[in-house]
């Protein structure tokens, strides 16, 4: 995951540097990569400008910056990886908590929203990061979440991914103390100017790095990744889900 996450972000970044700032959101994008998810979980979750949204594994900021841009909100962004973490800051100027979703250092109830986007399917202990999540939220504040669901246990999933099933996502969330509002399958579909500068940046790290041993890696994880989708075993998944009034339950 280092390789996959924090090597690739720091290449990204020095790639975007090169061939100028218009690069950077898609770019940052690693997960998400597409403007028709991200406008309808903003739009889904409600957001305005001067909201607080915390962004928790937020990568190297591409999703915090497109909605800090279209909906005025204002975010901060929990990364644990340093590299990632580092250049959402070089590229986008927005602030970073370098930590991981199962501790968050903020105090309870100090954010208006919450997004999670493809960070779910890559953590073990997923039910500890929504209740951190549930802890930070205002009441009945919304939850966007982008998580890759498997239609069924998947047998050798690549290194450092852990997809849900439906029905473990659902009580997942309901344990975490969140009510699952609306589910979309991500929205298919990405206009050419925007794949064109993400295109332009992975060629220029690949031309880069291409022998470095970490890129090798996360290539061979995206190509596994790739079969899955191919094969319809895991897709994407776009939730918006609400705070629930009542505490959490817990888990025994
Ligand atoms: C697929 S990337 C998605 C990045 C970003 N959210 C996006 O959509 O572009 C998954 C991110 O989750 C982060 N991550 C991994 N484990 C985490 C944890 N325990 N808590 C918070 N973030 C974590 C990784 O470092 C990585 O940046």
Redesign the pocket.
Known sequence: ?VA???DV?AWTAEAVEHLGGEHAIPA??????SPAALAWLAEACELSAGDRLL??????????AWVAKHFGVKPVL????PA?GRAAARLFGLPVVA????QIPLRSESVDAA?????L???E?KLS?LREIHRVLVPDAPLGL?VVVADHPVLRPPD?NYFPTQDELVALLNDAGFDLIEQIERPAGVPLSWTRRADAVTALVQARYRRHPAYSLALRQGSRLTQLFDRKNISVQLIHAVKMQRPAQLVT
């Open positions: 995951m996959e996450f924090d972000a940052a994008c690693r997960g998400s990569s962004d928790v594994g937020a990568g190297s900021g591409g999703p915090a929990l990364e644990p990886m990632a930590a991981a979703g199962h997004w999670c986007l493809g960070v399917c890559t953590v202990d990061i982008l450092g």
